[in-house]
C-alpha cells in the first residue's frame, strides 16, 4: 500500500466515525427534549 491508499482509507474510515458520532449525538439529543417535554407536561400536572 502506499501512501495515498492510506490517506484514502483513513479519510473513510474518519468520515464513518464523525458520521456515527453525529447519528449518536442527534438520537440522544432528540431523547433528551423528549424528555424534557415528558418532565414539563408532569410538572404542570401537578
Same mark, same amino acid.
Given at each position: 500500500m502506499h501512501a495515498g491508499e +492510506? +490517506?484514502?482509507h483513513y479519510l473513510k474510515f474518519q468520515s464513518l466515525v464523525c458520521y456515527y458520532f453525529h447519528v449518536c449525538c442527534t438520537q /440522544? /439529543?432528540?431523547y433528551e427534549s423528549h424528555l424534557d417535554k415528558e418532565m414539563q407536561q408532569k410538572s404542570q400536572e401537578n
Amino acid at each position: 500500500m502506499h501512501a495515498g491508499e +492510506v +490517506v484514502y482509507h483513513y479519510l473513510k474510515f474518519q468520515s464513518l466515525v464523525c458520521y456515527y458520532f453525529h447519528v449518536c449525538c442527534t438520537q /440522544f /439529543f432528540l431523547y433528551e427534549s423528549h424528555l424534557d417535554k415528558e418532565m414539563q407536561q408532569k410538572s404542570q400536572e401537578n
